[in-house]
DNA sequence: CATGAATGAGCTTTCATTCAT
DNA sequence: TATGAATGAAAGCTCATTCAT
């Protein structure tokens, strides 16, 4: 019960991990493995080796832990792929590498992605709303790359880059349904192939 | 726990469907709105016009209504499948003609598309590796007309066909996520897209 | 677990009294003696020798038990009073008996009665209104027995009925603080007393 | 569980009233309005603009807080009730006064008297005790008035002492129930009505 | 066939209080 | 003096399922 951790206040038991850090791990891993609803709370705490007041001390509810973890992906996706956008590149390399990577990284963060498209209906329509409206923006930024190409008729203009952008992340979305670490493919051999598919799509 | 009734059940209230199949669709349609977890046996029956002793007598279980719903979906996805795959026509040809009819039929039924890929972790293990077996025969069916293709030299072998199927696959999940009835787009403008990128992705 | 009873299905356990009317007895006792707020629904369902989800299959939530004591007590006042105003007596001697007889019948349901003074504003906005209306009736009714007696010149006017009215009902609500079932005085002598000192005040 | 601060407790952030009295006055506030069960300590503490620790440091409970509350009126109460009943003047002038007095008193301080009159039950065994006591001692202080006039012939007999004391604070306890600041009547009008009443039922 | 009363386990959330600093 | 993280118990409520009728 009683702690003996000196100096710094936010290290608990026998971790290292802030208190908020260990909840928002737990409940990511859970969240993916059984879905938002089928997990309780008293799961997420016991994992975090927490009690519920803590949970309920640093997030508001339930939902806001859900949030939280959306906002974490939500601004890494977001950094990597301004930096492939931002790249001093052809548009088709560009197209190609922000193609891959949110590939890559997705397979690499699994968890955050069964999360992110299986439970978004659960946040409460606020949130959801501006999760959605996050989520917007990185489409919008995908979508500039390609419809660049298209300007500059390196990509074919036979279909709207709206439905281009959906298609890939469709693609993107599927991976955990079917990818498995122990497959024949390499997260960066999907990555490279789905690409690939991506970029022959577009050849003009 | 038992299933069929005899000659005739007409068993309706103000209504000329048989209980069963109001029960399916009621259930149907809350899960695909509210998610299997959310919707209460309770939201169900009231749907229905029915009580829950009712549901009881039809089905054994929630998941097993859920199952219901499945099976169904999968039986006509299925079926559909299987005309195109059989058709007399250059593989080209029954490749556009599948990969455009799911999708539409797809965007038809958004309601059974949502629960499908949302809700499949809900079934019961047994049940569940049922559906995959099923959905797994669909895959297999569909990714056989991309190695016809790939073989005859029609379509490149640069990407596993299997990939393919997932990729195509992974935008027709994704429509329940951004299509809407009342966008620019129908049902068949969409299709013709996503199946002439598909082709497109796979011109040698 | 299993029950014996036969015929009358309303009939449980060791106890002839239907269900919802045992948890409304024992709701209303423990409202009365430790306050809506410090009694939980387990002690009622306890108490009641009912599960939880028995409570909740009659009564929407703890609330509307709350509103059902009321709407019991607050019929019961109403009738008596209309029975007294309605007597063919004069108008003195018909507001001595309902002045009377409140205090009495107030005795008679202390638990009843605290729980009305005390937990009102513990109703959900709506109910709470929808209680002050009846209450407003049963005031309305006690008014005009004043103001008849007024007119008729048998009662000084130099206190508007209104406030006649609250002086006398504040004693009667007072009273769950006082009486003393063993105390000095029965239940009728302190309605006549009270009866007295209201009639009393409004010599002209 | 220590109460007097030392020298001048000016520990204010932008205000300049100390902190236990911010907190008694937050505390009085939201228990009149919302009760003493439904007021976290959480909502006092942020009301007063301190946080939990300095509540916990000036009282031992927040049932020391509801006895705080309660001593202050009650300290109040006496001292004005023991000016008018100590005055140089007939009884009857000084019962008037009283009667008056306690009416005006209440409307000024309704918060307090809400308190009193709905949350005295909250508070600890002894500690209630202990306020009833007080209670009692303002009760016969006052009923004194009431046999000291009956003594001298100038009320009537008819009706017990310690009943017509209970019949006034009942109509004063109700005041909470009805009276609107907004209404027709001025405090003092109020008052003067009820006194009046209670003293023509005394009239011989 | 169908009812609906009843169960019992589980849910999220709230809260007064403690205590190391 | 004062902080605020953390506790642990309890709260109101929901729900899939059973079963006598």
Redesign the pocket.
């Known amino acids: ?7 710094v ?5 026998g971790d290292g991990t ?3 850090q260990r909840l928002l791990a737990a409940a990511t891993r859970l969240f993916a493995e059984q879905g938002y ?9 016991e994992a975090a ?10 997030f ?6 859900l949030h939280e973890v959306y906002a974490r992906v939500l601004r890494i996706q977001q950094e990597r792929l301004d930096a492939f956008a931002d790249a001093d590149a052809p548009v088709e390399e560009r197209l190609r590498g922000a193609a891959a990577d949110v590939v890559v990284t997705t397979i690499d963060n699994l968890d955050d992605a069964s999360i992110f498209f299986r439970s978004m209906h659960h946040l409460s329509p606020e949130k959801h709303k501006q999760v959605r409206a996050e989520r917007r923006r990185y489409h919008e930024r995908f979508r500039a790359l390609v419809e660049e190409g298209q300007k500059k008729g390196v990509f074919s203009t036979a279909t709207p880059a709206d439905l281009v952008v959906d298609y890939h992340f469709g693609s993107v979305h599927h991976l955990s349904t079917w990818y498995r670490p122990d497959g024949p493919l390499t997260p960066q051999q999907v990555a490279d192939h789905l690409a690939d598919l991506l970029l022959r799509a577009l050849r003009p």
Chains 1, 2, 3, 4 share one sequence.
Request: cysteine-free; aromatic content about 4%.
């Open positions: 019960m009683e702690r003996q951790v000196a100096a206040p936010r290290t608990t038991d802030p208190v908020p609803d089928r997990t309780s709370v008293q799961e997420i705490v080796g927490v009690t519920k007041g803590a949970l309920y001390h640093y508001g509810s339930k939902d806001d832990l």
